[in-house]
């Protein structure tokens, strides 16, 4: 690799410099998309910076979406993807707007509980029985994201829903609750227990997670369904269009 030294910049800039030099790199094609960055020890070299130094610059272009780490194999340049020109202002699916890569597959479990305080106190409402409805997201075989949804027994009742048919429960709770919904209440979190609520399917990632807590109402004060969606932070983007 060339040798791009950056000794003799301001000590307290240094960072800046060190983003900026990479953040031209990368966005004029010198590192290509989806490549893998020098490892950081050879970076560090290269740029004439200690390692400290470039973790704080790799630290920023991670923010900016830029790179992401993959623990053990290292820094990748992510791939460009269209811009969504709608955030979590809208009734639409959190998991899919909130993703930087592409879902292609959503593994869905799903079983019946008797419910219990926490169920209630969930869903706003006292029912007898709850059903819950994990859902792995994926994208070329690794678990980029996971979903828990409790819905109570009255919503399967309601809307006819077949426990025993996946894709008809996978295409009520995945499109069919935002054209009927009266209106959601959408609370962000941050989390370090996505690997551990996603169980048998770890996600691929660190341990750091948005735990968006969605509530979905239809005109009337009880819930249809409550979800939890755990999105790696590193994986993900939250975006929200303010207008006046």
């Known amino acids: 690799m060339n040798s791009f030294n950056l000794i003799g910049k301001p000590k307290e800039l240094r960072y800046v410099t060190v983003y900026n030099k990479l953040f031209k790199m990368i966005t004029e094609g010198f590192f290509p998309e989806d490549s893998r960055l020098p490892s950081e020890p050879e970076l560090a070299k290269s740029l004439g910076i200690s390692r400290t130094t470039l973790r704080q610059a790799l630290a920023l272009l991670q923010d900016d979406g830029l790179i992401k780490n993959i623990r053990g194999k290292g820094n990748f340049i992510v791939k460009s993807t269209p811009n969504k020109n709608v955030g979590l202002e809208k009734m639409t699916h959190p998991v899919h707007k909130c993703m930087n890569d592409d879902i292609d597959d959503i593994e869905i479990k799903t079983h019946i509980e008797p419910s219990n305080e926490y169920f209630n106190k969930l869903l706003e409402t006292k029912t ?41 429960i996978l295409e009520f709770l995945e499109t069919h609750i ?40 239809e005109n009337d004060s009880s819930p249809i369904v409550s979800t939890k969606h755990y999105l790696p932070i590193k994986l993900s983007s939250l975006k929200i269009n303010i207008t006046r």
């Open 178 to 217: 935002y054209s009927i919904a009266s209106n959601i209440m959408l609370e962000i979190k941050f989390s370090a227990a996505g690997n551990f609520a996603a169980k048998s399917h770890p996600i691929l990632s660190d341990h750091e997670f948005s735990l968006l807590q969605e509530t979905v109402f």
């Open 128 to 168: 007898v029985a709850v059903v819950i409805v994990d859902r792995w997201y994926k994208s070329q075989g690794n678990t980029i994201a996971y979903s828990f949804s409790v819905l109570p027994i009255e919503t399967i009742s309601k809307y006819n829903l077949d426990l025993n048919d996946s894709n008809t």
